[in-house]
């Protein structure tokens, strides 16, 4: 992609996972990043504003991440925004189940906080993890 990644949505039920992210992708990746709880709330989010990155974790109480990314895909201005996830289930069963909703790969949890901005660049590049 020839513009540099800067606004990234995350979305994740989990507090300290959270808290993680954004400490890793806003002081140390320096990105602009935007948090969510739910797939309700991302979505609401998105109604105001356009990140050029979304990752999304796996598993969440009512609308998980898969349901959130078919929610997604159901906005035209919306549909071209890669979306990753962030999950603890990143065997290569599930990685090809997650690409083949349309994610561009999977971070695998846990991750590194201090390597997470890379990987994320990575992925935007399209060399990232898969």
Same mark, same amino acid.
């Given at each position: 992609?020839?513009?540099?990644?800067?606004?990234?949505?995350?979305?994740?039920?989990? $507090?300290?996972?959270? +808290?993680? &992210?954004?400490?890793?992708?806003?002081?140390?990746?320096?990105?602009?990043?935007?948090?969510?709880?739910?797939? !309700?709330?991302?979505?609401?989010?998105?109604?105001?504003?356009?990140?050029?990155?979304?990752?999304?974790?796996?598993?969440?109480?009512?609308?998980?991440? $898969?349901?959130?990314?078919?929610?997604?895909?159901?906005?035209?201005?919306?549909?071209?925004?890669?979306?990753?996830?962030?999950?603890?289930?990143?065997?290569?069963?599930? &990685?090809?189940?997650?690409? +083949?909703?349309? !994610?561009?790969? &999977?971070?695998?949890?846990?991750?590194?906080?201090?390597?997470?901005?890379?990987? &994320?660049? !990575?992925?935007?590049?399209?060399?990232? $993890?898969?």
């Amino acid at each position: 992609m020839a513009e540099t990644l800067n606004r990234i949505l995350y979305v994740d039920d989990e $507090p300290d996972i959270r +808290a993680i &992210v954004e400490l890793s992708l806003r002081h140390v990746g320096g990105f602009d990043i935007r948090m969510a709880e739910s797939g !309700a709330r991302a979505l609401e989010i998105l109604d105001g504003w356009t990140p050029q990155m979304i990752l999304l974790d796996a598993m969440m109480p009512t609308m998980d991440g $898969p349901a959130t990314l078919a929610a997604i895909r159901e906005r035209a201005d919306l549909s071209a925004i890669p979306i990753a996830f962030m999950t603890a289930k990143a065997q290569p069963s599930e &990685v090809a189940r997650f690409k +083949a909703l349309g !994610a561009i790969g &999977v971070i695998a949890k846990p991750f590194d906080p201090m390597g997470l901005p890379g990987t &994320v660049r !990575a992925l935007w590049g399209g060399t990232g $993890p898969t």
